[in-house]
């Protein structure tokens, strides 16, 4: 994707939940406060692109912040105040998530079958790397709840990927209800692997943006 987008500044952000060593995972709030952090480093106007669980932290993170232009949820969590990632699908987990649980550390995920679930319209041999790439997930992160909400004062778009695998377009079209304008791909959960032209497109309309 950012090779997509010639002579945009391009940041990007290393969330704390997420990672190959359970034992130094983050939560949720950590990576809003690494989200806040990134933004804040920037000068700004700042178009945040947020995807899947990302919307969670950046929705925390980002209430006040006076850089922001816009908020770009990309099949993500579009929540409110007092939501959490898990509450948002009844309580309910997803039926690929796999628990884990680890003396002294508790209780974090990984996906059971990461090339169907995210990269369903991905070349076979990037969705393979892709996979092999991703960590643990803590499961805390699904369970805090936002205490501060961006969306309400900052404006936001929804891209709502019609073949996703991981959530299904009729929830994204619910958390859509909550932005301001919304757009379509189809593509499965990963865009940014399975067509990146069309993604930059839709970024660099929102940067374009008054």
């Given at each position: 994707?950012?090779d997509?987008?010639?002579?945009?500044?391009?940041?990007?952000?290393?969330?704390?939940?997420?990672?190959?060593?359970?034992?130094?995972?983050?939560?949720?709030?950590?990576?809003?406060?690494?989200?806040?952090?990134?933004?804040?480093?920037?000068?700004?106007?700042?178009?945040?692109?947020?995807?899947?669980?990302?919307?969670?932290?950046?929705?925390?993170?980002?209430?006040?912040?006076?850089?922001?232009?816009?908020?770009?949820?990309?099949?993500?969590?579009?929540?409110?105040?007092?939501?959490?990632?898990?509450?948002?699908?009844?309580?309910?987990?997803?039926?690929?998530?796999?628990?884990?649980?680890?003396?002294g550390?508790?209780?974090?995920?990984?996906?059971?079958?990461?090339?169907?679930?995210?990269?369903?319209?991905?070349?076979?041999?990037?969705?393979?790397?892709?996979?092999?790439?991703?960590?643990?997930?803590s499961?805390?992160?699904?369970?805090?709840?936002?205490?501060?909400?961006?969306?309400?004062?900052?404006?936001?778009?929804?891209?709502?990927?019609?073949?996703?695998?991981?959530?299904?377009?009729?929830?994204?079209?619910?958390?859509?209800?909550?932005?301001?304008?919304t757009?379509?791909?189809?593509?499965?959960?990963?865009?940014?692997?399975?067509?990146?032209?069309?993604?930059?497109?839709?970024?660099?309309?929102?940067?374009?943006?008054?």
């Open positions: 994707l950012i997509d987008l010639p002579g945009i500044d391009v940041h990007t952000v290393a969330l704390t939940s997420c990672g190959d060593d359970p034992k130094a995972l983050g939560d949720m709030y950590s990576d809003a406060a690494a989200i806040r952090a990134a933004v804040e480093a920037i000068g700004g106007p700042v178009v945040v692109v947020a995807h899947s669980y990302g919307g969670v932290p950046t929705t925390q993170a980002l209430a006040d912040a006076s850089n922001v232009k816009s908020i770009v949820y990309l099949a993500a969590f579009q929540l409110d105040a007092g939501d959490s990632l898990l509450s948002s699908a009844g309580g309910d987990p997803a039926l690929w998530w796999e628990f884990h649980r680890q003396e550390v508790g209780d974090f995920l990984t996906v059971a079958n990461p090339v169907e679930v995210f990269y369903g319209d991905v070349d076979s041999s990037v969705a393979e790397k892709a996979a092999a790439a991703l960590g643990y997930q499961y805390a992160a699904t369970t805090q709840k936002l205490t501060a909400v961006a969306w309400q004062t900052i404006p936001s778009t929804y891209i709502i990927c019609e073949a996703d695998s991981a959530i299904p377009p009729f929830v994204q079209e619910l958390f859509a209800k909550r932005a301001d304008r757009l379509r791909l189809n593509s499965s959960h990963s865009p940014f692997l399975s067509q990146p032209s069309a993604l930059a497109q839709l970024i660099r309309h929102e940067l374009s943006l008054p």
